[in-house]
């Protein structure tokens, strides 16, 4: 009997979800004047970035992207052979880059996707050139400063040939931003034996709406690791990114880490098509709701021979508010696939929460350890430089989220 | 310095102890010797407070103070420790985590890890596939690091090879040597262990209850003779089984 309710209330939710009234959200912002430096930021704005994994002191960084509403507030690269611009001064400067634009995400695939392209605002294009292998990562920024704006971002990276890139975009508002809608189209090209390691940290006040539209493309001994970090709360995020494993034994692995409070409603979910023999791919997503709903979706399809994948969701719910539906699909196309999955979906074992707390632990930090060591990103397999900035990144999240 | 008063204890409405009367002084060490089965998990769990464990009468006194209604982490802030048998494995919470919790300085994680042969456990999840052996080391590392007043080792033996028993015996003795005010409630079968940490007093439980308070080592003897039938003959009843009564 309640596991109908709680369908119903998915399918209820999910319905709410598209119900989002793009014209009841402004279009006007002021323009926002270039920084030479991004310590000219103000110290909140400073902090909410840091909060989203962007670090405006740019140590250990390649280079920066940063937009601020409809404004291009700082780009540059740090680094010989990465190039940081936005989308509308990459396409000016780049005549090819018109190939790249709107290949992996139709136009017409949703309203959301249509109002990106009727009314872009920028976007970050990040690029490694060939063979170039940058130890530090490039960050990009979108934020919100505006209240009730709706910003429309369409963003490409491209990680050439034998380059090696390392991608923290954070999203995130100001503190006195209360509403708002963030649009994301992103394409992402990975490049014959080139790496892309894109790790999201989203950090939207509590009514900003999300819809990100992400495909990556992944050629031949390609490998496109995508970690997607969301602990703050946001009213409602629905999201679907994609990868094509189009070259042979190129790879794909999405981890996510999902934490849902009270009122937020994300509907997640990665989903990688396997067309080439020998490519792999792993989803992996961790989910924690605390009151708040979470569909958690995940679709491997095999087309190609001598393909594997495996998916993998663990949910775990700390109140009888919350909820969590995991939708894992695998579809097979040819003989010779390996597709697998898990998924499990439970609440803290009581002998765990004890055991601890007959350490010294109370109930509540019992609790919170068990849940932070479950969003453990160790997990994403994160180069160690960027593991620690990570790690601070969400550190500095969870002592709002717990 | 723990003192349980006509104690019952029920799991799920099943009876698990009954009246239990038992005083751990300080600077005991104290044997709780008993067949499987028989209630010596359940009395270390019911002093702890785990809440499967219900007490349905009696108290529980800790220095003094009656403890019945406090939580787990009240009790053991107040110095109780325990070494568990068979903790459960706690993913993504690393040992160096909680000896960092329980850290009052001036003491070297690294070389007391190294010193139980756990330094490479020291960043894995808490008991995720450690043997029994390195399970019980592990706990006593914590117990080091806390340093309870009132220590109960729970089968500190069981699973552990004869190599390891030496040392869980001297980490047991550390952790009893820190103070000599320290008490200790050593639960065992089998008794291997008081080959190492001697205790200084002993008792036995059967189906619940407790039997034949004395000296540890000749209640031991008696066991290894009789079996633990006979010490509910001490008490005035009749074996099952006849054997010959022992000269205590």
């Keep these: 009997m309640v596991y109908n309710m709680r369908r119903q209330k998915t399918k209820k939710e999910i319905s709410e979800a598209q119900k989002i009234d793009i014209a009841s959200y402004g279009v006007r912002t002021k323009s926002r004047s270039y920084l030479e430096n991004l310590q000219n930021l103000s110290l909140d704005q400073r902090k909410n970035m840091l909060s989203a994994g962007v670090d405006p002191s740019q140590k250990a960084r390649s280079g920066s992207y940063i937009q601020m509403d409809h404004s291009v507030v700082y780009s540059k690269s740090l680094y010989s052979g990465l190039e940081v611009m936005s989308t509308t001064e990459a396409l000016k400067k780049h005549q090819w880059l018109d190939n790249y634009f709107w290949r992996l995400v139709s136009v017409d695939a949703d309203k959301f996707t249509r109002q990106a392209q009727i009314q872009p605002h920028h976007g970050y294009f990040l690029r490694a050139l060939p063979g170039v292998k940058a130890v530090y990562p490039l960050q990009a920024c979108l934020f919100i400063n505006d209240n009730n704006i709706i910003q429309n971002v369409h963003n490409v990276i491209i990680a050439e040939e034998g380059s090696d890139l390392q991608v923290i975009t954070g999203c995130a508002t100001a503190s006195d931003v209360k509403r708002g809608l963030h649009i994301g189209i992103s394409e992402f090209y990975i490049k014959k034996g080139a790496r892309l390691t894109f790790t999201m940290v989203h950090n939207w006040a509590e009514d900003v709406s999300v819809r990100p539209r992400t495909v990556a493309l992944v050629e031949e001994g390609g490998t496109f690791l995508s970690n997607y970090i969301c602990l703050k709360p946001v009213r409602n995020l629905q999201m679907y990114p994609k990868a094509e494993l189009v070259g042979r034994n190129a790879l794909a692995r999405y981890n996510s880490i999902l934490f849902a409070h009270p009122g937020t409603h994300l509907d997640v979910g990665s989903g990688v098509i396997l067309k080439a023999e020998g490519s792999r791919a792993e989803v992996i997503t961790r989910a924690v709701s605390a009151g708040g709903d979470i569909i958690a979706r995940g679709r491997l399809k095999g087309e190609a021979e001598g393909i594997k994948a495996h998916l993998e969701c663990l949910g775990l719910i700390l109140s009888d508010e919350g909820l969590i539906h995991a939708i894992p699909e695998l579809e097979g196309t040819v003989r010779g696939v390996d597709l697998s999955h898990e998924a499990a979906v439970g609440k803290i074992a009581k002998d765990e929460i004890e055991y601890l707390m007959a350490k010294g632990l109370s109930s509540g930090e019992a609790q919170a350890a068990i849940v932070r060591g479950f969003l453990d990103t160790s997990i994403m397999g994160l180069p160690a430089t960027l593991q620690k900035e990570i790690d601070s990144a969400i550190s500095a999240c969870e002592k709002k989220a717990f | ?248």
């Excluded at chain 2, 499987?36 to 270390?44: A, F, Q, V, Y």
């Excluded at chain 2, 706690?90 to 890890?113: N, P, S, W």
């Excluded at chain 2, 047991?172 to 089998?190: M, V």
């Design chain 2, 1 to 248: 310095m723990l003192k349980i008063e006509n104690l019952t204890v029920k799991i799920s409405g099943k009876e698990v102890l009954t009246e239990v009367t038992l005083e751990v002084k300080k600077g005991q060490r104290m044997a709780f010797l008993g067949p499987n089965g028989s209630g010596k998990t359940s009395l270390l769990m019911a002093v702890m407070g785990f809440s499967d464990y219900e007490v349905t009468q009696g108290n529980i006194i800790f220095n003094g103070r009656r403890i019945n209604g406090l939580s787990i982490d009240q009790r053991a802030r107040l110095g109780i420790g325990v070494m568990f048998q068979r903790p459960p494995t706690v993913r993504g919470v690393k040992l160096r985590q909680m000896i960092g919790l329980a850290h009052k300085g001036g003491f070297d994680t690294e070389k007391e890890a190294a010193g139980l042969g756990l330094r490479e456990f020291l960043d894995r999840d808490m008991n995720a596939g450690f043997s029994g052996g390195e399970i019980k080391r592990s706990e006593l590392l914590q117990l080091l690091v806390s340093s309870p007043q009132m220590c109960m080792f729970d089968e500190p033996e069981s699973g552990v090879d004869l190599e390891n028993i030496a040392l869980v015996g001297k980490a047991i003795n550390r952790i009893l040597d820190k103070n000599r005010n320290n008490a200790a409630l050593i639960i065992t079968h089998t008794g291997y262990i008081f080959d190492y940490v001697k205790p200084d007093a002993g008792c036995v439980i059967v189906g619940g209850r407790l039997h034949c308070l004395g000296d540890p080592m000749k209640i031991l003897e008696t066991v290894k003779k009789h079996g633990y039938e006979w010490c509910i003959t001490c008490e005035g009843k009749k074996p099952k089984k006849k054997s010959p009564r022992p000269k205590r």
